[in-house]
């Protein structure tokens, strides 16, 4: 009876062993950011609000990113729609509408079926300012 305790107790852990190694060891895409957040600093008022991250996928399957939405309509994203390949990059573009005066501090959230953050948030910050108009020379 002993032998068969020890035999099923054996039995038992190699299966769970065998189960850890193979969902620590799972294949599929993997999503890495060259950054997390991109800075305008301050800028003018109708200024070009667009900026890229680089994605890539540092996996070994297709990464797909299914959806990307900004915080609000004001922040608009256009992310790649093929799959990116392993080892490869694409960008997305991010448009902020300028025509707001004041800080901004908005987030675009990814939706990818990346392995290691299926869910990712990269962010955009500044500040927009009316210029101030050129002084009129006296005559």
Known sequence: MKNLVLS???I???AFTMNF???TNAAGAEIA?????HDYGTIDKGA????????TNT?????????AKGSCGCTVP?????PIAPGESAKMKVTYDTNRPGRI????????NATNAPTKVVRIKGNVVVPTPAPVPAN
């Open 8 to 10: 099923f107790g054996l």
């Open 12 to 14: 038992l852990m190699a």
């Open 21 to 23: 190694v193979a969902t």
């Open 33 to 37: 950011i060259d950054k997390d957040v």
């Open 48 to 55: 070009d609000g667009s900026c890229y991250f680089t994605i």
């Open 59 to 67: 996996g070994d399957a297709p990464l797909t990113i299914t959806r």
């Open 78 to 82: 256009d992310w790649p729609r093929e």
């Open 105 to 112: 501090n908005k987030s675009v959230t990814i939706t990818s």
